[in-house]
């Protein structure tokens, strides 16, 4: 299947700070790409769709403005936690499409990014 | 009314059983299905799409009630490595991908 590859894939921070987490897709150029978040023992929940070269679309009760998205390339994403706080650490996950598999809908997954704020 | 639902288990099964997962998704509109893998601490990885006719690979069998809105999962003669969370997912298409909260397996030597 097609990779997709986040950076980096562990992170510890203070709070008050933020934090940018990478999204490649390596293998395939992808034109909406997606950020999940999943809590201990809970369901991926997606955050927000990625468009490349416009505004990303948030899900309900996500604020955009502190999670900024930026896609400005057809093979990256960035989601950039500002002024994190404990309660955002959590296990942050992107995904992307492979436009050669078109009318199946299947997502390919990044590795994950592991945020801690202490 | 959660989008997907599933038995979050776990499912403590032996080596060569044969275990089955059950999920229920509550829209009709609902357009394609699938079950993602899940390891701790990592990222979901695909197992299978699940189609109308139903679908086979190799140990794993996947099987769609649209009527009765619900999707399984088989596993034949379960193996070590099998053990994960199993995630139903169902699109409602475009973007739009529900998961369930999983399925926890632990295959037992």
């Known amino acids: 299947g097609a990779v997709v590859s986040q950076h980096p894939s562990w992170v510890i921070c203070k709070s008050g700070t933020s934090v940018k987490i990478e999204c490649r897709s390596l293998?395939?150029?992808?034109?909406?790409m997606f950020w999940y978040r999943q809590f201990p023992k809970q369901s991926l929940m997606l955050m927000a769709t990625s468009n490349e070269g416009s505004k990303a679309t948030y899900e309900q009760g996500v604020e955009k403005d502190k999670f900024l998205i930026n896609h400005a390339s057809l093979t990256l994403s960035t989601l950039t936690v500002t002024s994190a706080h404990p309660e955002d650490s959590s296990f942050y996950i992107c995904?992307?499409?492979?436009?050669?598999?078109?009318?199946?809908?299947?997502?390919?997954f990044g590795p994950g990014t592991r945020l801690t704020v202490t | 009314r959660k989008e997907v639902e599933q038995d979050p288990g776990p499912f403590n099964v032996p080596e060569g059983a044969t275990v089955a997962f059950n999920c229920t998704y509550s829209n009709s509109a609902s357009q394609s299905f699938f079950w993602y893998r899940q390891d701790c601490r990592k990222e979901p990885k695909l197992l299978m799409s699940?189609?109308?006719s139903g679908n086979e690979d190799g140990r794993f069998t996947a099987q769609l009630n649209r009527a009765s809105q619900y999707i399984s999962l088989l596993i034949r003669d379960s193996k070590l490595s099998d053990s994960a969370t199993y995630l139903c997912?169902?699109?409602?298409?475009?973007?739009?991908?529900?998961f369930g909260t999983g399925t926890r397996l632990t295959v037992i030597p």
């Open positions: 293998d395939f150029q992808a034109t909406t």
């Open positions: 995904s992307a499409r492979d436009p050669g598999t078109s009318g199946t809908y299947e997502q390919y």
């Open positions: 699940v189609y109308s």
């Open positions: 997912v169902v699109n409602l298409g475009a973007n739009n991908l529900f």
